[in-house]
Every structure is written in structure tokens, then in C-alpha cells.
């Protein structure tokens, strides 16, 4: 056997060493570990996406209460049994329809729960699509790095996003944040290809306006995805040529894609930022303006120290946002290393410009220090800011004696950074193989009880009022509206519906209320429905019935009494220690009310 042929198999083996474990691991994540969506807008999307998926276009059964009031503000009408949504950009709303169309997920029969399942199909369905970006992503990742670089780094960059649970957590949440991942790495590949071009004096324009339909359907995928394209511009400006037929093509190319979203929004709710302008509303979470049915004016006091505070908490989760990658931070201590190539060190110029707009955008819009943030969009740069941390690693090793040695001595350092990395992964199986617990719903609430339980007890005009309207939405398949903030808004939602002859039919209460905070957070975020919320473990508690427990509050009586209550009918969706409540205005089957 020939050397070269020794060396090809051994390329190839550690090839299909690789394939092997990101097969293994997607599996692990879709299947073994899987346990549901896990983030609210992911499951909010998969329901837009399958009204779109039945012919209903862009509409929702998730309705914000300030879309409400935007639309009544602005003297547009409104119909609680078909809004449209404003709040998502459309492009992985739309992926997420055609994928749900072709495998019938249209027809919620076809993937009704049986009363002993843990996981929703549908669930499944969208973290498979996820995953499958991710492992595309790897891919052009790979090649581009490649050519930046070498194949070395390319792959041990491939071998980090892989090994890294941060991603794999984010392909679980449905959150359009993969494909958003696929759709930069490619922009990224062909704005490489336009400096290879021109480093070579060829016309670089062809592939810069590719790179710009990319960054298109990017923002397209994300709205904040605008301020990298801002730095994206500012980088081409100065590096390529053309610099003014360069910088009008790309702006060009971005207004042709994002006018008819615009148009929409403005159509469907006045304002072409949609729902998401309230995002820039001060004091408050994004979640607090959501549920309000008062628009409160523009507050921009205090925003530069807003800013400048989520920046600094960006900063200092870095590391967690840029995938748990221990060596990507180091990919500002690069920015100070003299590469041989030009074209090498001006690229890393344009990614920094990138992410600097980026993450304004981020502190702009709010992305705080959670684990899987919707705005969140550090994790894009991890390949490329990790390939320049590895090769600057490389630089450093090479003038340490070991690494003169072959095998693994000679390449500890690459071998040590996989490692750290890929500890929370590992920690991961550990405790999948001790514990075999997959039946702890991420949202709080095992789906069966709304897919079944509540379904069962309502039908396709019921209208619901909850605390988890995008799981209402998704699992139960009804219109669902989130849970104003107090009673008096709650009141003022009723009257709406009412005067549209949709009446509410019930509010549904889960631990969502409450879960992640103490009793003063609740009373915060729900103020004076916080008894309702907390009403069954009262109960439980002093051995009396939840509905009879605060008999002499008004509000709660007003609401919930069994004698002269609207939603008189209490039914029981899950146990004490995951508690769903339904209280409904009309009766339901005797042997599920309380």
C-alpha cells in the first residue's frame, strides 16, 4: 500500500469518525434528550407557520393584547379569531409552513398525543429542521475556514461547533436562530470569495452582490440582523470596488427583500416595525409591553445607560453567547496579531464591524444574560471569531517545543480546547445515562394536557385567555391571547370580545405565572390576578377548594366563584405539582371539574 493511500484512509476514517459522532449527537438532541420546544417565540413561529401551512396566511392564534390596541389606536379592525401577525419577521415562519405542509402537519389530527406521550411529533418535527441548518452550517463553515486558512483549522472549528451544547440547546428552542446561522455563514463564504477575487485584481462585484442577497434573507430571518448588515456595508465601502455602485447595489438589494414586509406591517398595524416597536419601549421587560393594552409613549430616559448596561452583561457572558467556545473571546487578541496574508487580517476587521453594530442592536432591542435569547445573535460569529482564536492559538504553540512532537503531544493545545468545550456535552450524556428522565417538559406544562385535556373540553371558536397562549396555540390548536396585565385590563379585553361576538371562554393559569420567581415577581408581573395563579397550591396547602379560597376578593370572586363567577367551571388539566388550570365559562364534562 502506497503512503498517499495510507494517508487517504486515514483522512477517511477520521472522517467518518466525525460523521458518526454528529450523527450520534443529533440524535441525542432530537431524540434520547428531547423533551419539547423550549422557548416561546420558537413555538409562537411554529404556529404561524402552520396558519400559513393551512392557507391563512400570515395570521396567528397568539394574540398580544398591545397589537390590540395598536390596531384600535390606529382605527384598523380588529378580529380576535384571525390576526395577523406583526411581530416575527416572516422567512423562518415560512420555512417552518413548508416543512409542517409536507408532512401533514396542517391537519392537527394527524399528530394528535395519546394520553401516555411525553413529546409532541410536531416538536420534533422543527428541532430536525433546526439541526439540519446546524449541520449545514457546519459544512460552509468548514469550506470557508479552509480557505481562509487551512483545512487543519477548518476542521478543528468544525469540531468545536459540533461538541458545543449551547448550540444544540438552541436547535432544541425552535428559534430561527440556525437558520440565521446557515443564512450568514453563507453571506460570509461569498464576501470571502469577492476579497480572493479582488486580492487577485479580478471583479469581486458578482460575488459581494450575493453576499448582499444573503444578508437580505437574513434580515428577513431576524430584524436585528439590519445593524450587521449596517457594518456589512461600511466594510464593503472601504474594501471593495466600486465603493459607490457597491454600497447602493447592497442597500438596493436590502430594500427590494424587506419592502413588502414593511408594506405589511404598516397595512396590518400602522407602523412598519410592527408589534416589535414596543421592544424599544424603557422600563420594563419585552414580555410587559406585550400583555399591556396601553401604549405607552416613547420613553427614551435613561436609554444610553439601558445600552451601555445590556452591553456590559453581553460582554460578560461572551464566552457563554459565542457557544461555550473557551477560545473564541481570543479572537480580540487576534486583532492585534500581524497575519502575513492582507486579506486575512482586513476580513477580521469586517467580522469586528459586524459584530460592533450587532451588539448595539442586541443592547438596543434588550438581550439580557438568558441561556437562549430570541436577539440574541453573538453565537453567529462563533466559527469565524474561534477560527481566528485557533489559528492565533496555532501561531503561539508553534514557538512551544512540544509542539516540534507529531501525534497528540504536537497538537495538545487543539486537543485541550476540544475538551473544555465539549464538558458541558459530555456532562449532558453523563446525566442522560443516570437519570433516563425525559418527561420534564420544557415550557412547564406536559403538552398532553392541553393537546388532549383542553382540546377536549373546548372547540375550534373557543377563545382563551392564558398565561402560555403560544403553547394554547401550538399544542391545543385554539385562539389563544395573553394574559393582560391585571383585572381591569382583563376587563377591557372582554368588552373587545364581546362587541365582536367572541366572547372569552375561559383563562387558562399555569406555573408560568410564577415559575423562575419568588411571590413578588408574580405580583409584579401579574398583579391583582396574582391570587388566581397561585390559587391551587393555597389550596393544597389549607385543604380547601381553589375557587372557594379567596371567596372575599373581588376580583378573584368576580372571576373564578363558583356562584357568580364568569368562568365558573374549574377544570383540571394537571396535577398540584405542575399545575394547568382552566376556568371555564361554560360547563364541561362533571367528572374533570374540580
Same mark, same amino acid.
Given at each position: ?62 394574540? %398580544? ?28 415562519? $415560512? ?19 395519546? +394520553? ?22 457546519? /459544512? *460552509?463553515?468548514?469550506?470557508?475556514? #479552509? ?43 461569498? +464576501? ?48 471593495? %470596488? ?18 413588502? @414586509? ?20 424603557? /422600563? ?15 420613553? *427614551? ?10 452591553? &456590559? ?21 487576534? $486583532? ?6 492582507? #486579506?486575512?487580517?482586513?476580513? %477580521? ?11 448595539? /442592536? ?20 462563533? @466559527? ?13 504553540? +508553534?514557538?512551544? @517545543? ?14 485541550? &480546547?476540544? $475538551? ?51 403553547? *394554547? ?46 411571590? $413578588?415577581?408574580?405580583?409584579? &408581573? ?24 379567596? +371567596? ?10 363558583? *356562584? ?20 371555564? %365559562? ?9
Amino acid at each position: 500500500m502506497s503512503i498517499s493511500n495510507q494517508f487517504d484512509g486515514a483522512k477517511l476514517a477520521r472522517r467518518g469518525i466525525f460523521f458518526a459522532l454528529l450523527i450520534g449527537i443529533t440524535l441525542l438532541y432530537t431524540t434520547f434528550s428531547f423533551r419539547g420546544l423550549s422557548h416561546k417565540d420558537g413555538i409562537d413561529q411554529a404556529q404561524i407557520g402552520r396558519e400559513v401551512a393551512r392557507g391563512n396566511g400570515l395570521s396567528t392564534k397568539m394574540v %398580544r393584547p398591545i397589537s390590540i390596541q395598536q390596531l384600535e389606536s390606529s382605527d384598523k379592525k380588529v378580529n380576535l379569531n384571525h390576526m395577523f401577525d406583526t411581530y416575527h419577521a416572516p422567512l423562518n415562519v $415560512l420555512v417552518y409552513a413548508g416543512v409542517i405542509k409536507m408532512v401533514g402537519g396542517d391537519d392537527a389530527g394527524n399528530y394528535r398525543m395519546l +394520553a401516555n406521550d411525553t413529546v409532541y411529533k410536531l416538536d420534533r418535527v422543527i428541532a430536525v429542521t433546526c439541526s439540519l441548518f446546524f449541520i449545514i452550517s457546519i /459544512g *460552509i463553515n468548514y469550506l470557508l475556514i #479552509s480557505r481562509i486558512f487551512d483545512k487543519k483549522i477548518g476542521s478543528v472549528v468544525a469540531i468545536l461547533m459540533m461538541v458545543s451544547e449551547y448550540m444544540w440547546q438552541i436547535t432544541q428552542s425552535g428559534l430561527p436562530q440556525m437558520l440565521m446561522l446557515m443564512l450568514f455563514s453563507s453571506a460570509l463564504y461569498m +464576501a470571502w470569495r469577492a476579497i480572493e477575487i479582488q486580492e487577485s485584481k479580478g471583479r469581486a462585484f458578482l460575488p459581494v452582490i450575493i453576499s448582499g442577497f444573503f444578508f437580505a434573507l437574513l434580515a428577513l430571518t431576524h430584524w436585528i440582523t439590519l445593524w450587521m448588515f449596517v457594518g456589512y456595508v461600511i466594510f464593503a465601502c472601504i474594501y471593495f %470596488r466600486p465603493r459607490g455602485v457597491v454600497a447602493v447595489t447592497l442597500i438596493g438589494i436590502m430594500l427590494l427583500f424587506i419592502v413588502a @414586509p414593511l408594506i405589511y406591517y404598516t397595512t396590518h398595524s400602522d407602523n412598519p416595525l410592527g408589534t416589535a416597536f414596543y421592544a424599544l419601549h424603557a /422600563g420594563g421587560s419585552r414580555d410587559h409591553f406585550m400583555r399591556s393594552l396601553e401604549i405607552p409613549p416613547l420613553n *427614551i430616559k435613561g436609554l444610553n445607560l439601558r445600552i451601555l448596561g445590556s452591553f &456590559v452583561t453581553q460582554i460578560s457572558y461572551i464566552n457563554f453567547f459565542l457557544g461555550g467556545l473557551v477560545i473564541a473571546p481570543a479572537f480580540f487578541l487576534a $486583532l492585534f496579531h500581524p497575519f502575513k496574508r492582507s #486579506s486575512i487580517s482586513k476580513f %477580521r476587521w469586517g467580522i469586528l464591524l459586524m459584530w460592533v453594530f450587532a451588539a448595539f /442592536g442586541m443592547s438596543l432591542y434588550g438581550a439580557g444574560d438568558e441561556a437562549v435569547d430570541p436577539n440574541q445573535v453573538h453565537m453567529l460569529f462563533m @466559527p469565524l471569531m474561534a477560527a481566528y482564536a485557533v489559528a492565533f492559538l496555532c501561531i503561539i504553540w +508553534a514557538r512551544v @517545543p512540544l509542539s516540534q512532537q507529531g501525534g497528540l503531544v504536537g497538537n495538545l493545545h487543539i486537543a485541550v &480546547v476540544v $475538551l473544555i468545550t465539549a464538558g458541558p456535552l459530555i456532562s449532558t450524556l453523563f446525566l442522560l445515562s443516570r437519570t433516563h428522565d425525559n418527561t420534564n417538559s420544557p415550557i412547564g406544562v406536559n403538552p398532553v394536557s392541553l393537546n388532549r385535556n383542553l382540546a377536549d373540553v373546548t372547540d375550534e371558536n373557543t377563545l382563551i385567555v392564558s398565561d402560555q397562549p403560544w403553547a *394554547i396555540a401550538w399544542y391545543a390548536d385554539r385562539q389563544s391571547i395573553w394574559m393582560p396585565l391585571n383585572s381591569e385590563q382583563l376587563e377591557m379585553l372582554e368588552t373587545i370580545a364581546e362587541e365582536q361576538q367572541t366572547p372569552v371562554s375561559g383563562l387558562h393559569f399555569t406555573m408560568a405565572s410564577y415559575q423562575d420567581g419568588d411571590i $413578588l415577581d408574580s405580583f409584579r &408581573v401579574n398583579q391583582d390576578l396574582s391570587p388566581i395563579a397561585y390559587s391551587p397550591w393555597m389550596a393544597y396547602m389549607s385543604q380547601s377548594k381553589s375557587r372557594d379560597l379567596f +371567596a372575599s376578593n373581588p376580583t378573584v370572586s368576580k372571576l373564578i366563584s363558583p *356562584i357568580n363567577g364568569t368562568y365558573k367551571h374549574t377544570i383540571i388539566l394537571e396535577n398540584l405539582f405542575r399545575p394547568s388550570i382552566y376556568y371555564s %365559562r361554560n360547563a364541561v364534562t362533571p367528572n374533570m371539574e374540580e
